[in-house]
C-alpha cells in the first residue's frame, strides 16, 4: 500500500472476512444489477422500406433525378430535413412517437457500403408495438409529403416527380440485447466492490480509531499538567 507495507493475500482475506457486513452489501448491490441486466424492459422497433422510383422518361428534366451517383441523393436531402431538429414538432403533431430515423439503405456490407438502389430505410424504436406501427406508417406519410414539397419547390412538372413505392412493408420486431457482455461487467465490478470496499472501510475505521486515542492520550496529558501545576501553586502559597 501507499505509504507502508504490502498487504498479502491472508491479509486481504482476512479483511473481507472481518468486514463481511460491507461486502454483504456489495454482493446484494451487485446482484440486484444483474437481475437488472437480466430482465431489461422490452424495445421494439418498427422498420420500412421505400424505393425512390425516377420518372418514366429517363431523358427527363428532372435535377434532382439526375444527382449522381443516383437518385439516392435525394432521399438524403429528404433524411437531413425530417431528421433535423426543427422537424421533430411535425413529426411529434404527425403522431410519430418514439425514437425515429431515417437513412439510405445501404445495399452493401459495413466495411464497404453501397448506395446503387435508391432506397430509404425509415425506423421507429420504442416500447407500445402498435403505436410504433402507427408512427411508422406517419413516419413514410412525411417522407412522401416532403418529397413531394421538395420537388415543388424545385419547379418539377407532375408527370416528371420522382415517386415512392414501398419496397418493405412496415413490421415490428423485439430489439434483443447482449446480455452477456452486461452480465459479465456487472460479476467484474461486483468482485473488485467486495475486496475493495471492506478494505478501505477497514482502513477508515482503523483510522478513526487511531485518532480518537491519540485525542484522548492528548487530553489526558492537559489534565495531568493542569494537575501538576496547580499542586506547584499550592505549594508556594505559604500557609
Given at each position: 500500500?501507499?505509504?507502508?507495507?504490502?498487504?498479502?493475500?491472508?491479509?486481504?482475506?482476512?479483511?473481507?472476512?472481518?468486514?463481511w457486513q460491507?461486502?454483504?452489501?456489495?454482493?446484494?448491490?451487485?446482484?440486484?444489477?444483474?437481475?437488472?441486466?437480466?430482465?431489461?424492459?422490452?424495445?421494439?422497433?418498427?422498420?420500412?422500406?421505400?424505393?425512390?422510383?425516377?420518372?418514366?422518361?429517363?431523358?427527363?428534366?428532372?435535377?434532382?433525378?439526375?444527382?449522381?451517383?443516383?437518385?439516392?441523393?435525394?432521399?438524403?436531402?429528404?433524411?437531413?430535413?425530417?431528421?433535423?431538429?426543427?422537424?421533430?414538432?411535425?413529426?411529434?403533431?404527425?403522431?410519430?412517437?418514439?425514437?425515429?430515423?431515417?437513412?439510405?439503405?445501404?445495399?452493401?456490407?459495413?466495411q464497404t457500403?453501397?448506395?446503387?438502389?435508391?432506397?430509404?430505410?425509415?425506423?421507429?424504436?420504442?416500447?407500445?408495438?402498435?403505436?410504433?406501427?402507427?408512427?411508422?406508417?406517419?413516419?413514410?406519410?412525411?417522407?412522401?409529403?416532403?418529397?413531394?414539397?421538395?420537388?415543388?419547390?424545385?419547379?418539377?412538372?407532375?408527370?416528371?416527380?420522382?415517386?415512392?413505392?414501398?419496397?418493405?412493408?412496415?413490421?415490428?420486431?423485439?430489439?434483443?440485447?447482449?446480455?452477456?457482455?452486461?452480465?459479465?461487467?456487472?460479476?467484474?465490478?461486483?468482485?473488485?466492490?467486495?475486496?475493495?470496499l471492506p478494505?478501505?472501510?477497514?482502513?477508515?475505521?482503523?483510522?478513526?480509531?487511531?485518532?480518537?486515542?491519540?485525542?484522548?492520550?492528548?487530553?489526558?496529558?492537559?489534565?495531568?499538567?493542569?494537575?501538576?501545576?496547580?499542586?506547584?501553586?499550592?505549594?508556594?502559597?505559604?500557609?
Amino acid at each position: 500500500t501507499r505509504g507502508g507495507a504490502a498487504v498479502s493475500f491472508r491479509e486481504v482475506i482476512e479483511t473481507v472476512r472481518l468486514r463481511w457486513q460491507v461486502a454483504a452489501v456489495v454482493l446484494l448491490m451487485t446482484l440486484a444489477m444483474g437481475w437488472k441486466v437480466d430482465h431489461p424492459p422490452r424495445v421494439y422497433q418498427a422498420t420500412s422500406v421505400l424505393l425512390l422510383v425516377p420518372p418514366q422518361e429517363p431523358s427527363a428534366p428532372n435535377a434532382l433525378a439526375a444527382a449522381t451517383p443516383s437518385i439516392a441523393a435525394t432521399g438524403l436531402v429528404v433524411d437531413t430535413i425530417l431528421n433535423d431538429s426543427s422537424s421533430a414538432d411535425r413529426l411529434r403533431e404527425a403522431g410519430v412517437t418514439g425514437d425515429y430515423s431515417l437513412l439510405p439503405r445501404n445495399n452493401g456490407t459495413v466495411q464497404t457500403p453501397k448506395y446503387t438502389v435508391p432506397a430509404e430505410q425509415l425506423t421507429v424504436t420504442g416500447a407500445d408495438p402498435d403505436a410504433l406501427l402507427a408512427s411508422i406508417n406517419a413516419l413514410s406519410k412525411m417522407f412522401v409529403e416532403e418529397l413531394a414539397d421538395l420537388q415543388t419547390r424545385a419547379g418539377v412538372p407532375q408527370s416528371l416527380r420522382i415517386t415512392t413505392q414501398q419496397l418493405v412493408a412496415p413490421a415490428v420486431a423485439q430489439v434483443h440485447g447482449s446480455k452477456l457482455r452486461g452480465l459479465a461487467g456487472v460479476a467484474v465490478l461486483g468482485a473488485t466492490g467486495c475486496v475493495v470496499l471492506p478494505l478501505w472501510f477497514d482502513r477508515y475505521v482503523r483510522r478513526g480509531s487511531r485518532r480518537t486515542r491519540g485525542g484522548g492520550g492528548r487530553l489526558r496529558d492537559k489534565r495531568n499538567k493542569s494537575t501538576e501545576g496547580s499542586a506547584d501553586v499550592s505549594e508556594r502559597v505559604p500557609a
